[in-house]
């Protein structure tokens, strides 16, 4: 059998049939338009997806189930999504209204919780009972593998590491909270950093990576030139891995999970990124002396969210 997963993103919906080992072997996209009405977007999903088993010779005898992962919150009971902010979507079916189109079981679940799926599947978690997805980018996402299944919490609204609290009437964040781990941990958190030293560091390489003009200054550009040695990104790139160090040491010291997977745009910058936090989490595991998770970097890349999608149940 074969299942149907989806990655619903703001400006593009990717979806593939997937087989039992995770592999993609058709795939379809549909172009996010936010103006139409949410049965529309729905009807063009479900019609993506049953050309999509047509053009690869399927029948729907073949698939088992659909799955979605959408940028928000989803109530795994009932399959509607609570909230989806890009798409402006606010308690709608998404279950009862794809049903209409192709009568499977449909699923739905946060999108970092499905790409932790995947990686535990089909990635680089593959085989662990127990994992924790972060996705560091804009801000931090993350999912959570227990006994080989999706954690998301009693009432679907679990596993938001990103909005827990890192520092006491710390930085204000966009949830309302102040001190939130992703106003530390993200790329957005790399840059505000960035910027606020640059105002006394104007020597800095990092005024040439963004030719002067702070606005245009990433992640990226941070952790390069803190590759290269300058200072200031070396002190940005440290307090950076330090937030990240005690946040996954705080998941650690909770969950005890066998991997903590790190993926996301900032995760990218691969082996200086690894190496760092490696060093850093032992600082703050609490029982020091007996072994704890391995930390990777996340494998499947864009494929994930489709991936791990299908792998709902
Ligand atoms: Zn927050």
Not at 52 to 61: H, T
Not at 161 to 189: F, K, M, Q, W
């Amino acid at each position: 059998m074969y299942r149907i997963g989806l990655d619903i993103g703001g400006t593009g919906i990717q979806m593939g049939i997937v087989d039992e080992k995770g592999h993609i072997l058709e795939r379809g996209e549909v172009v996010t338009n936010t103006s139409l009405p949410f049965s529309e977007q729905v009807r063009q999903m479900a019609e993506c997806a049953l050309d999509m088993v047509k053009k690869g010779g399927y029948s729907l005898l073949d698939i088992a189930s659909i799955g979605a992962g959408v940028p928000g919150v989803a109530d795994q009971k009932t399959g509607a999504v609570i909230y989806c902010t890009n798409l402006g979507w606010k308690h709608v079916p998404f279950r009862e209204e794809f049903r209409k189109y192709i009568d499977k079981p449909v699923f739905v679940d946060n999108d970092a919780t499905v790409a932790g799926l995947a990686e535990s599947v089909a990635g680089v978690s593959a085989g662990s009972s127990s994992s924790v997805f972060i996705t560091i980018g804009t801000g931090i996402g993350s999912g959570i593998i227990l006994g080989g299944r999706v954690w998301s919490g009693a009432h679907g609204v679990g596993s938001e590491l990103g909005h827990s609290i890192l520092e006491l009437d710390g930085e204000p964040c966009t949830c309302g909270n102040h001190g939130c781990v992703e106003r530390y941990c993200s790329a957005t958190a790399i840059i505000r950093m960035a910027r606020e030293l640059l105002g006394r560091h104007p020597e800095s390489m990092l005024m040439d990576s963004c030719e002067g003009d702070l606005k245009k200054l990433t992640a990226r550009h941070v952790i390069d030139a803190a590759r290269e040695g300058d200072p200031t990104a070396v002190k940005v790139f440290r307090r950076f891995i330090k937030a990240l160090g005690q946040t996954i040491a705080n998941v650690i010291n909770i969950l005890d999970p066998e991997v903590i997977v790190l993926g996301g745009g900032v995760a990218k910058s691969g082996a200086f990124l690894l190496d760092a936090v490696r060093a850093e989490v032992p600082k703050y595991i609490l029982y020091k002396e007996l072994p704890y998770a391995h930390i990777e970097l996340a494998r499947l890349g864009a494929d994930a969210g489709i991936i791990g999608a299908a792998m709902l149940s």
